[in-house]
């Protein structure tokens, strides 16, 4: 039983080695298997667990999934070693059974994660297998098959430290031998079009490596606090701070106010891919077919060079994102209208979709009816002056305006027209198809400074824009018309303010919008599942 209970305990650490040797190796291998299997459960999961999750854990999802299923490795490894004793009871060489099992399974684990390159996959798989079996090895050599468990731990000890001095040696050949990843590079600025002030093309884009699912952006507050702030806090995504009165006048960029242009950093991330494809531009082209009447395929090079480049404020929005939501940014775009490049195919009389694949999979669609007539529709592959970041969809993705996140397919790689009506991934899941963003206004800040308040926000209207901001400051009984900020973009979200004067204390704020077409935002209240969430935003502030 003692025994039993150790060799569960040396099989856990096997578990573990697996691991580590995966992690040393995964520079030369090209990803984890741990992503591997990630990847087979968000996809194999029903679309309302994956997005229930995502909303409800948002940056911790992906993290938490992973210790799951790392702890799960562990618990196998236990089970093989609590088992082992009836294993070498059943045949003479255990360890070449463990082996032959465990190969081929963590070869099928790198193949889910997306390491298919031979050379890659072989020398991933052979590290993640040896390096545990290795120490299993030395082991069963050590305690002679498991006579005198009183004597094992020197052994083990020893085992562990040679399975695991081969892991670190591998993992720094490997580093050694493979560069990092290719950094954003800084886009000549566009003279088609103005440039927004105040976005930040220096800003160094993280790569994301162990990150994935759902990184919702806390809007950056607006730089430093001043020594005249007396009193900042959040509450939900709003922040509340209090200044030294006497202060001069507001702005639309008081503390917490989101800037008008995202920072690369900030901008969110939405994605099932649990480790993000990596793609190498100039190993990588766009291949534009389907029911075309010359396919065709285009470089990186040419799709950065060609002379058709547009570039502008965007703001995107993901249908998951609740009222209020994080799930939101503006970025500042550039890229080939969707349009363009497929009239250089010329699309056939019978195309009715235009389909859009990822290099990971994943596919969306939009009717070739709708492309013809909405140039701003883009194929992108610049955000804030720089080439796209990996985790936005690098090196090219597509850009809807005025629907929703998951409509713009990342990393993608095909463009092909079809001529039936597309089941997209999200689409599959239940969620609406057309996905138009639902007019929104969010309340972001709330700033006294003596008797005044001022309370600021976003708001954004798709397609139809914004013609009017209103805020209640008392549960919705009166409504006052905010100001907005000049535009920044026709498809880019308006910021808002209202300065009133209010003695501290509660204050129910609620602000609606009226969009472009004089419709105003509906009070209805629903769930992101399935068409977007509506309703008006409302948060008690004590200030
Ligand atoms: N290939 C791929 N593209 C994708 C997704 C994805 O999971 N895979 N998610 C979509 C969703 S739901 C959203 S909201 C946006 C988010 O884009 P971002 O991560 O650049 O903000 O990407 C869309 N494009
Ligand atoms: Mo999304």
Known sequence: MRSALRRGVAGAVGGALWLVAAAAVAPVADGHPLFGLAQLVIV????????????????????????????????????????????TATTDAPVGVLGGVLAPATAVTYLLAGTTAPVPLALGTVVTTAVPVGFVALMSRATGGGQSPSGTRRPFLRSVGVALAGAVGVGAAAQATTGGGTEPQSLPPQTATEAVEGTDTDDPVEEKRATGTTVASTPTPTPTATPEVVEQRRKEKVTISKLVDGAETFGFDFLGMPDPVTSVRNHYVVDTAADNPDVDPSEWSL?????VDSAYDLAFDDLAGSDDAVEMPVTMTCISNPVGGGLVSTGRWRGIPLKTLVERAGASDDAVDVVTRSVDGYSEAIPWSYVREHPEILVVYGLNGQTLPRKNGKPARLLIPGRYGMKSTKWLDTIELSTSDHDAFWEKRGWDEEAVVNPYSYLRAVQRRGDR???????????????????????????????????????????????????????????RMTDGTGQLQTDETSEPHPGGSTGWHSLTVDI
């Open 44 to 87: 194999s999961s029903p679309g309302w667990l994956a997005t229930t999750f995502i909303d409800t854990l948002g940056k911790l999802a992906q993290p938490l999934l992973i210790a799951s299923l790392a702890a799960g490795i562990l618990v196998a490894g236990a089970v093989v070693g609590a088992g082992w004793d009836r294993l």
């Open 287 to 291: 291949s534009v077919g389907g029911a």
């Open 453 to 511: 308040l001022v309370v600021g926000g976003v708001a954004f209207g798709g397609l139809d824009g914004v013609e009017s901001v209103e805020l209640s400051l008392d549960g919705g009984a009166s409504w006052t018309t905010a100001e907005l900020a000049d535009p920044i973009g026709e498809y880019a979200w308006r910021h808002w303010r209202v300065v009133a004067e209010r003695p501290p204390g509660e204050h129910d704020l609620v602000t």
